[in-house]
Structure formats: structure tokens, C-alpha cells
């Protein structure tokens, strides 16, 4: 579990890329034990980093860091719906994680 969040947007940032990279391998780990989609998504722990991942996120936006919003590839969404956002970062996750396959095969 990373630290607390600190007031500096660049530690947010490699916060947030902590918990993603935290998120891809538990995900890895979880489709090796032969859990698959929803199942996945719906596992206790990817919750939990999912949500701690959209809160670091929305910090890193309160906080002036406007660097970090403009290098994300994802489309705007509405903040009300968190199902949404989920499903966008599960499928940004899931498209790196198989243009990495491709580059390592």
C-alpha cells in the first residue's frame, strides 16, 4: 500500500502510477488463479485499489496539477457516474497490458 498522500502533485503522480502498476499485477495474479472480467472487477482488493486510485486522482486534479490531466489518454467522463470511470480504467489497463504482450512477443 503506498503512503499517504503528500501535497505535491509529482508524488501524487507516482502514487498513481504506483497503484496502477499495484492494480495490473494483482489483476495478472488474479487471471492466473482463473478468475477473468467481471469476477476480477469485482474482487475485494482491486475495489479498494480502484477506489484509492480514482481518489488519488481526483486529488492530483484539485491540487493545480495540470500536467498529469493533459498527459491522460482517456475520454472526459461525469463524475457521477463511478461505474463508468472504472470500466474506462479497466479498459485503458487492459489495452496496455496487451500492446505490452504484443512488444514482448
Not at 503528500?6 to 478468475?35: M, N
Amino acid at each position: 500500500t503506498p503512503p499517504a498522500p503528500a501535497a505535491g502533485g509529482g508524488d501524487i503522480e507516482a502514487q498513481i502510477t504506483g497503484v496502477g502498476d499495484e492494480i495490473r499485477s494483482l489483476k495478472e495474479k488474479l487471471k492466473g488463479e482463473g478468475l477473468s472480467g467481471k469476477k476480477i472487477n469485482d474482487h475485494d482488493e482491486i475495489k479498494t485499489l480502484v477506489a484509492q486510485l480514482t481518489e488519488l486522482k481526483a486529488q492530483g486534479g484539485a491540487g493545480g496539477a495540470a500536467p498529469a490531466k493533459a498527459t491522460l489518454p482517456t475520454p472526459p467522463a461525469p463524475a457521477a457516474g463511478g461505474g463508468d470511470i472504472e470500466a474506462q480504467i479497466t479498459g485503458v489497463g487492459d489495452e496496455i497490458r496487451s500492446l505490452k504482450e504484443k512488444l514482448k512477443g
